[in-house]
């Protein structure tokens, strides 16, 4: 069975410009959340994904946006880059919503000057 | 809004002493409720879950939370800790009414086993 898989490990961008973050779900799984981990927090909500459609957003801003593929694969895109959105980006993945586990991959280190 | 509370932030043990750790939620409806742990270097693994019947749970390496309903509270324990324990750990709440599957996590624990 495979893992929650991220890409990239780590990016570097400056602010203003815009990043597309990678994810794999784990085999089976249909729902994709993304989550931001600032550093000493907690992981944030940003959105969710099943079958392709956005179901449930955070409260970020209107510039960070996703996909969901029909091989459940999904992206997180943000535009626009701030410094504050330097942080850990999660991707994590389940099999239905509700009352289901999700499983985390490793995260995207996003580092923006 | 809904919101989950970590006490304690950073916690220092020597090896086989015992841990709890504590965390409180402030929705009063049905919740599932999770302990992560991440380990240095590691990403978000699952320590245990509850989602309903018995209220003490007991998840990996000898790990159990209790869920006291009328505390709003899912504290974690562990009788004799190890070096190994060595990590963070999120307490983190699922609201089943309206909330679809968005985990709200605490800010973390930060455990340090000395040996």
């Known amino acids: 069975e495979t893992g929650v898989t991220q890409s990239p490990t780590h990016l570097i961008k400056t602010r203003g410009q815009q990043v597309t973050l990678r994810c794999s779900s784990q085999?089976?799984?249909?729902?994709v959340s993304w989550y931001q981990q600032a550093l000493g927090q907690g992981p944030q909500f940003i959105f969710q994904?099943?079958?392709?459609?956005?179901?449930g957003r955070g409260n970020f801003p209107p510039r960070f946006s996703g996909l969901q593929f029909p091989n459940y694969s999904s992206e997180l895109n943000v535009n626009a880059l701030e410094l504050d959105d330097s942080a850990l980006y999660l991707c994590?993945?389940?099999?239905?919503?509700?009352?289901?586990?999700?499983?985390f991959g490793p995260g995207t280190r996003l580092l923006v000057l | 809004a809904q919101s989950v509370s970590q006490h304690n932030h950073h916690v220092i043990l020597s090896e086989a002493a015992s841990l709890e750790l504590g965390c409180n939620y402030s929705?009063?409806?049905?919740?599932?409720l999770f302990w992560y742990v991440q380990y240095p270097g590691q990403h978000l693994q699952l320590l245990l879950k509850?989602?309903?019947?018995?209220?003490l749970v007991k998840g990996i390496k000898g790990f159990e939370a209790e869920f006291i309903k009328s505390k709003f509270s899912f504290n974690l324990r562990k009788p004799s800790v190890q070096w190994s324990d060595t990590a963070e750990y999120f307490c983190?709440?699922?609201?089943?009414?309206?909330?679809?599957?968005?985990?709200?996590f605490g800010t973390g624990t930060q455990l340090k086993v000395e040996l």
């Open positions: 509850y989602f309903s019947g018995d209220p």
């Open positions: 983190a709440v699922n609201r089943l009414t309206g909330g679809g599957n968005k985990l709200t």
């Open positions: 929705y009063g409806g049905t919740v599932n």
């Open positions: 994590a993945s389940s099999l239905a919503l509700a009352k289901e586990t999700q499983y």
């Open positions: 085999s089976g799984h249909n729902t």
């Open positions: 994904y099943y079958r392709e459609e956005e179901n």
